[in-house]
């Protein structure tokens, strides 16, 4: 079981972006090999001073495909899958010789996250709703992720043994089976000399519906501080900024620009948070809908959901274009009728019942149906 869940397992590894905090990058990159600079000599150094984060030896940023909840970082010169002790999924982290598991709510699809190699313990950021600490030993200097194709991506870096945290936020936002979400990740590694068998929690959320900073938390930022992370050139940063500002209703203007940024990341969470701000927007919906043909199907999708977050004749009008549309992901089809019954009108009422006749795909009627259900109680 184990060997096949890490098989399936996928990363894509855009560019390389030096030495530097993360820089979005397009999600149609090619794949290929790492060339990340070595990292310097692997004996354990003291964490940097409160306040004062350490230097960063370099810094990717991933697209993490996830398979059944899980992707698998690995020495493949040591790693022993049959060494993982998998009692500690609950935990978000597995660990074996050789051999780090990551444990996703989602279940499929891709995680954005930035991988950044550094010379000592990094502090932690406020925002994570979830952080948990590993440990983890490379013999031949390359940290590989296998994908469906079981090609290898490697990050290269000094041979030794590592201190490993890995980051999660946005895991609320994560739908109900599991394929789409604005959920993004940090995992950072520096050198220490210290083995841990079990990963350490640092911070856990309370509850599934706890996954992330709750809206009150975020809305007592100001606004200044929030486009402050909106304009960061550290993609984690502008994702939480970005989100925030949705929250509080502020900063239309930054949020609407995030809508062209080079990272797909970026694109997604500001197509989420354009369907926060408050009233039927026209302009809005448009600048969404401009989206709706994006070429991953997560985007395409948070489109639909805005759209019925946003409201209005307009939106409604571009609901029924995207449904009219035969070449779209029969999931993207799914999503729209649960953003018609946001929108709920009696003329909402009569476009499902005609869909709920003429539609044949039985994941799509089962939407239908409920929305139908849902309007009607």
Not at 64 to 69: T, V, W
Not at 134 to 160: R, V
Not at 208 to 228: I, K
Request: include cysteine.
């Amino acid at each position: 079981m184990i060997a096949r869940l890490l098989h399936t397992s996928r990363l894509v590894l855009p560019i390389l972006i030096g030495a530097m905090t993360g820089v979005g990058c397009s999600e149609q990159s090619t794949v290929k090999k790492s060339t990340m600079p070595a990292a310097r000599s692997s004996p354990s150094k003291p964490a940097a001073s409160p306040g004062i984060s350490p230097q960063i030896v370099a810094t990717e940023i991933a697209s993490l495909g996830i398979s059944q909840h899980t992707i698998a970082l690995q020495d493949p010169a040591i790693a022993a899958y049959e060494t993982a002790d998998w009692d500690d999924h609950d935990k978000n982290l597995i660990l074996g010789k050789g051999i780090a598991i990551l444990v996703f709510r989602r279940a499929a699809g891709e995680v954005p996250a930035v991988v950044r190699v550094l010379e000592a313990k990094p502090p932690l950021a406020h925002y994570w709703s979830h952080s948990v600490e590993g440990w983890l030993a490379t013999s031949s200097g390359f940290l590989e992720w296998s994908n469906e194709d079981d090609d290898k991506h490697a990050i290269k870096l000094a041979p030794g043994s590592y201190r490993l945290r890995v980051s999660i936020a946005e895991n609320g936002s994560v739908d109900y089976d599991g394929s789409v979400g604005d959920d993004h990740a940090l995992i950072e590694l520096w050198p220490d000399s210290t083995p841990i068998q079990h990963p350490t929690v640092v911070t856990a959320v309370k509850s599934d519906q706890d996954y992330w900073p709750t809206d009150e938390f975020v809305g007592t930022r100001d606004a200044d501080a929030l486009l402050r992370m909106a304009n960061s050139k550290d993609l984690n940063t502008k994702l939480h900024g970005i989100r925030g500002l949705g929250i509080i209703r502020q900063g239309q203007a930054h949020v609407e620009a995030a809508l062209t940024d080079e990272h797909f990341a970026v694109r997604r969470m500001a197509v989420t948070a354009l369907g926060r701000f408050s009233a039927s927007n026209d302009s809005r919906a448009n600048l969404v809908m401009s989206l709706a043909n994006a070429d991953d199907v997560e985007t395409q999708t948070r489109v639909v959901h805005s759209l019925g977050e946003i409201g209005g004749p307009q939106a409604l009008l571009h609901l029924k274009t995207i449904y009219a549309d035969k070449k779209k992901n029969e999931y993207v089809h799914a999503r729209i009728p649960k953003a018609l019954a946001k929108i709920g009108s009696t003329s909402v009422v009569e476009l499902l019942e005609r869909m709920n006749k003429n539609e044949t795909r039985e994941h799509v009627k089962d939407a239908i149906w409920d929305s139908l259900v849902e309007l009607r109680d």
